[in-house]
């Protein structure tokens, strides 16, 4: 929004292809806006997201420490019945971290690149960057928006079976029969 209102620009990147903010002009607004940017956009939320990831995790391992001295410690008195819907609660949310987590890891390794190419023009070595290096980087950046139907499609079996359902070819690929 603030390009709108005279601070920094939207300009064709690369190859002309598409526009993104101007990171490449060497002036004091741009790359202050362009710091403003990394640092509000892109690290401080992704420290954020570590954060949370390591207090999941923790949290993760804690219960799964805490389920195993209960089933140590009432193994006679509980139900193996009731242990396995534990073990099935407990792996179904190891499964959801790790799921989230790979989401979150391919967002960093998809806009990386493109970071790196706008800090590298922000520390003042645009004259570096060819039209290519700008554009690879953008491109994959902005390809980072399909990684999440293509995640859950993969890990999902209710995802993977509609899928199949409305689009039959896939079925195959998903490794869903028609008795599914």
């Given at each position: 929004l603030p390009p709108f209102f005279g601070w920094s620009a939207y300009v064709p990147e690369g190859l002309l292809t598409s526009c993104t903010w101007d990171y490449m002009t060497f002036t004091p607004s741009v790359r202050a806006y362009s710091m403003l940017l990394f640092i509000f956009v892109f690290f401080l939320p992704l420290f954020i997201i570590i954060y949370c990831y390591i207090l999941i995790f923790r949290a993760i391992r804690t219960t799964n420490q805490a389920v195993g001295k209960i089933n140590g410690s009432t193994h006679s008195h509980s139900s193996t019945r009731d242990m396995v819907k534990r073990f099935h609660r407990l792996q179904?949310?190891?499964?959801?971290?790790?799921?989230?987590?790979?989401v979150i890891l391919l967002y960093v390794i998809s806009w990386s690149p493109y970071s790196t190419v706008a800090l590298t023009a922000f520390a003042g070595y645009a004259d570096m960057l060819t039209p290519y290096m700008n554009s690879i980087p953008a491109v994959i950046a902005k390809a980072s928006a399909i990684h999440n139907p293509i995640i859950y499609a993969i890990t999902h079996p209710k995802y993977r079976i509609a899928l199949a359902r409305y689009i039959p070819c896939l079925g195959t690929l998903l490794c869903i029969h028609p008795r599914d």
């Open positions: 179904n949310e190891w499964k959801m971290a790790k799921i989230a987590l790979i």
